[in-house]
């Protein structure tokens, strides 16, 4: 549509741009393939790298949630530091094993030497747009 003007501003999305630049309308221009989530959910890691959300959505939502998991959230408190949040459906509990596995799956991506702490809690608030957040930097 050459009428539609296109319109750049800055809100934060982290995406991949396409190699295809090939429009069916005729336009060749930069197209977004992928969107991977907000540079504010973007956890900065002690040697400089940077990890998107999407690991800790796959790791804790899908490969170590069987059904008990309701909500969860990654807190960044410091390089190094992190506190996963989470709160359990009917009043399940992850067991020792598999709260180890999941630890040892997040430091293998957050370092090594990273703490990671599992709190369980009654509650995890959504933020002020009313979303879910998956990851908090503090």
Known sequence: NRIMPLVRYRIGDIGE???DTNCNCGLISKKLKTIAGRNTETIILDDGSVLLPEFIIHTVGVEFNKGEISRFQL???DKDR??????MNNGSSLSE??????I???KSKLGKGSQIDIDIVDDIPLNISGKHSYVIIN
Do not use: A, H, R, Y
Request: net charge negative.
């Open 97 to 102: 094993i598999v709260e180890q596995k999941l």
């Open 82 to 87: 992190f506190v996963l949040l989470l709160m």
């Open 104 to 106: 040892l799956t997040l």
């Open 75 to 77: 807190q960044q408190i």
């Open 17 to 19: 741009w396409s190699e």
